[in-house]
């Protein structure tokens, strides 16, 4: 758990905090590598033998390489050491299922981030505190939250997103939310209705309002047209980074309230596993007339791009987030093939059920329904029963989602 608070550094401070952001990511890369290339070489066996690469071997050697390295040495330590407890962290999220492959981190002078161990705080004010920051010195936040709160943080999370500087504190988890005692749910995940419940509730996440979404595509055909490095792009890089963070915090906020609504109420909610993956459907293509095999641009691929990425990352979100705040076991994850072309009631599953995007009606018993709606129905009783309606057994369909196989779709 962790509390975000946005961080201001003074102008002097701001080159300061993005070489931290360099450096972490530099140890962070470099730690990489070496693990990776252990990996791979471990079972040689003679001459050849590798020496065992773990986080304890590799902070030895971070030490001789800032000894060798000036401008590595000119940086903090206890920055680049925690790149390296991150680098370990990340490894055993990935041997715990909990995530993937750790991968590389981008060179970018635009976002990075570092670790600040051994935590100072001081509150200057009602609104504002300073968290102490290795080499840099006092940064000043606003503070938005219970200041007791964040003094028991031990380390933070320094990061550079979009123009914009925020400090994590990391606190104890909380405990669990009281589990709510209502009904069970399914939720179905879509593109016209982000989600849709199995009681029949259609969820939106907010998006960027028509204005912003028109802004949004022009400067991306305005980016594809100028010419790299120059100040023009970089212009409309800045504005189309706005923009996104924009979006990012609206989702984030609707994912947190959604999140916390659905955990308070019901004591069970079923999903689609989301390691089958097969997201928002492509535009169709727009055959040039008289012209086979060729298309015509279909106008719908930057918005579709769009789309879909967002979809997606808001979809991987909403499930990390239910998952901190659903009790253990509850949050359960079905296969998601056919959900959309199977009836809730008889089981049918045929192409014909499907009327229309937005309409199921089954051919077998005529049971019609919202076709998303539908689909949540079937992904709760796949859920519940492991059995399909027309009562075929689906052994390990739902997987209660325990302590080694979580996250593991988040990856
Ligand atoms: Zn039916």
Redesign the pocket.
């Known amino acids: 758990m962790s509390i975000r608070q946005r961080l201001y550094p003074e102008s002097g401070q701001v080159a300061g905090l993005v070489e931290h952001c360099h450096h972490a990511r530099f140890v962070f890369n470099i730690g990489l590598e070496q693990r990776s290339m252990w990996r791979r070489d471990k079972h040689l066996r003679g001459p050849l033998s590798v020496p065992r690469v773990n986080a304890a071997s590799q902070m030895r050697e971070l030490a001789q390489l800032r000894a060798g390295t000036d401008w590595l040495r000119a940086g903090s330590s206890s920055v680049q050491q925690a790149a390296l407890r991150d680098l370990d962290r990340a490894f055993m999220n990935f041997f715990a299922g909990r995530a993937k492959y750790p991968r590389f981190k981008r060179r970018s002078d635009r976002e990075g981030s570092f670790v600040v161990r051994d935590l100072s705080v001081r509150r200057l004010n009602r609104k504002w505190g300073e968290v102490a920051v290795p080499k840099i010195g006092r940064v000043r936040f606003r503070i938005s939250r219970e200041w007791a709160q964040i003094t028991c943080a031990s380390s933070a999370r320094v990061t550079h997103k979009n123009g914009r500087w925020h400090v994590a504190f990391t606190i104890p988890a909380p405990a669990r939310f009281e589990p709510g005692t209502g009904p069970a749910v399914g939720i179905d995940r879509g593109v016209a209705n982000t989600l849709a419940l199995s009681d029949g509730h259609m969820l939106q996440a907010p998006s960027l309002t028509k204005f912003e979404q028109a802004r949004f595509l022009r400067l991306q055909q305005r980016l594809a047209r100028q010419q790299k490095d120059s100040q023009r792009r970089g212009k409309t890089l800045e504005a189309l980074v706005v923009l996104r963070g924009r979006l990012e915090n609206r989702r984030a906020d609707w994912v947190e309230q959604t999140t916390t609504a659905l955990a308070c109420t019901h004591s069970v909610v079923a999903v689609e596993d989301l390691r089958i993956r097969n997201m928002v459907r492509r535009p169709k293509p727009k055959p040039a007339p008289g012209n086979p095999g060729v298309f015509l641009p279909n106008g719908a691929r930057a918005k579709a791009g769009l789309n879909r990425a967002i979809l997606a990352s808001v979809w991987g979100r909403f499930l990390i987030r239910l998952e901190h705040k659903m009790p253990e076991g509850t949050l359960l994850r079905v296969d998601p093939r056919n959900t959309s072309l199977t ?1 809730a ?2 089981g ?1 599953c045929a192409h014909g059920n499907r009327e229309s995007q937005a309409v199921f009606q ?1 051919q ?2 005529e ?1 019609t329904a919202h076709a998303d709606t539908n689909a949540a129905l079937v992904i709760l009783d796949r859920a519940l029963n492991t059995t399909t309606a027309a009562g075929h057994a689906v052994p390990g369909r739902a997987r209660p989602v325990t302590a080694g196989n979580a996250n593991q779709l988040a990856a």
Do not use: Q
């Open positions: 009836c009631v008889c049918h089954c077998s018993c049971y």
